[in-house]
C-alpha cells in the first residue's frame, strides 16, 4: 500500500514511456551481470497479438504507438527469450507482422545478443509461407499455429484418426512428417478435452450447423523436426503464456483518472508487464520451474 493517489500513477506513465527501451536494456544487462549470460545456442522469438481496449485516453483516435503502428489495428508484440525461458527484450509490431519484419527482429536478435539461431513462435498469422521460406534461408526455425477449419482434406482426416491417449483420457496426441513450402515439418495434433469443450460452446453461440468434429484438436507446424510432441507443445504454449499477462481489459483503465496519451499509456504498459513478467521467470527458475505462474502468484 502507498500514498500515491492513482491520478498520480498515471502521470508517472510519461516517465516510464520515455525510459522505455533504457530500462529493458538495464534489465538485460544487470541479469547478466549478476546472474549469468543467456543462454543464446537456441532462443525464441514469440509473437503474441493483442487487442487494445478503448482506456479513455486524450487523443486515442488514431493514435499510434512507435514504428507508425495505428491502435485501432492493434498490435503484436516480439518477446525474445533465452533457451531456459528468461526474457531478454521485446519489442512491439504492427498487428500480423510481415516477413520483413519478423526477419528484422531475428536479424536484431542475432546482432544485439550473439543468438546462434532463433526459433519464431505465432498463432495465426496471414503470412506464414512467407515468414517461414525467409526463415529457412536464414538457418532459423519456426513453430506456427495451423488453422484446420482451412486445411486440406487429407490433414483434417489425419487429425481426427488414431492417437496416443494419456491414462486419464484427458489428452490425446500424434505426430507426422510433412512439407510446408517446400520444407520438411512435423504437424502435431493435441487433442483436450478441455478444449473440445470450450470450443462446443463457442461454436453453437457462433454457428449452430458448423461442423464440431475438429472440435477441441490444437495443430502445430514446426521445423524442429527432431524435438518431441510435448517439447514442441511447451514452446508454443509461450504464447498462452504471454499473452494473459499483457492484456489489456477495458475494465482495468476506464475511466482513466489523469491525461495520457493513448501511445504513452500503451508503451507504459507493456514496460510494466515486462518488469513484471522478468520478475516472475526469476522466481520459477529459482524454484527449478517446479511451479507454475499461478503457484508463484
Given at each position: 500500500?502507498?500514498d ?6 498515471y ?11 533504457a ?15 543467456y ?9 503474441a ?14 493514435a ?15 518477446m ?19 516477413a ?7 536479424a ?18 496471414p ?18 499455429f ?18 496416443i ?7 490425446k ?6 512439407e ?10 493435441l ?6 469443450k ?13 461442423d464440431?468434429?475438429l472440435?477441441?484438436?490444437?495443430c502445430?507446424?514446426s ?5 518431441t510432441a510435448g517439447?514442441?507443445?511447451h514452446?508454443?504454449?509461450e504464447?498462452?503464456?504471454?499473452t494473459?499477462p ?6 482495468d ?14 508503451r507504459?504498459h507493456?514496460l ?12 520459477r ?13
Open positions: 500500500t502507498c500515491f493517489t492513482l491520478a498520480d500513477t502521470a508517472a506513465f510519461q516517465c516510464f514511456a520515455r525510459n522505455e527501451r530500462l529493458v536494456a538495464h534489465l538485460s544487462k544487470s541479469y547478466q551481470a549478476i546472474r549469468e549470460p543462454q543464446v545456442n537456441s532462443v525464441l522469438l514469440v509473437l497479438s493483442f487487442t487494445l481496449a478503448d482506456t479513455g485516453d486524450v487523443n486515442a483516435t488514431n499510434r504507438l512507435a514504428g507508425g503502428i495505428d491502435r485501432d489495428e492493434g498490435l503484436s508484440m516480439g525474445l527469450l533465452d533457451r531456459t525461458g528468461i526474457p531478454m527484450t521485446y519489442h512491439v509490431t504492427s498487428a500480423t507482422p510481415s520483413e519484419e519478423v526477419s528484422g527482429l531475428v536484431s536478435a542475432k546482432s544485439n545478443f550473439g543468438a546462434k539461431r532463433v526459433i519464431v513462435v505465432a498463432g495465426r498469422t503470412h506464414a509461407r512467407e515468414i517461414v521460406e525467409t526463415l529457412a534461408e536464414s538457418g532459423d526455425g519456426f513453430v506456427f495451423r488453422p484446420l477449419e482451412t486445411a486440406a482434406f487429407d490433414l483434417q482426416a489425419w487429425v481426427a484418426s488414431d492417437y491417449t494419456t491414462q486419464s483420457g484427458s489428452y496426441v500424434k505426430s507426422r512428417t510433412n510446408m513450402a517446400g520444407i520438411r515439418v512435423k504437424d502435431t495434433v487433442w483436450g478435452r478441455d478444449y473440445a470450450i470450443a462446443r460452446k463457442q461454436g453453437r453461440a457462433e454457428d449452430e450447423a458448423r464440431l468434429a472440435d477441441g484438436y490444437i502445430i507446424s521445423s524442429e523436426t527432431k524435438l517439447t514442441l507443445f514452446i508454443y504454449r504464447l498462452w503464456r504471454l494473459e499483457f492484456q489489456l481489459l477495458e475494465s483503465f476506464s475511466p482513466s483518472p489523469y491525461p495520457v496519451a493513448h501511445a504513452i499509456h500503451m507504459a507493456f510494466m508487464c515486462y518488469a513484471a513478467f522478468f520478475a516472475l521467470r526469476l522466481l527458475s529459482d524454484m527449478g520451474w517446479s511451479r507454475n505462474a499461478a503457484q508463484v502468484a
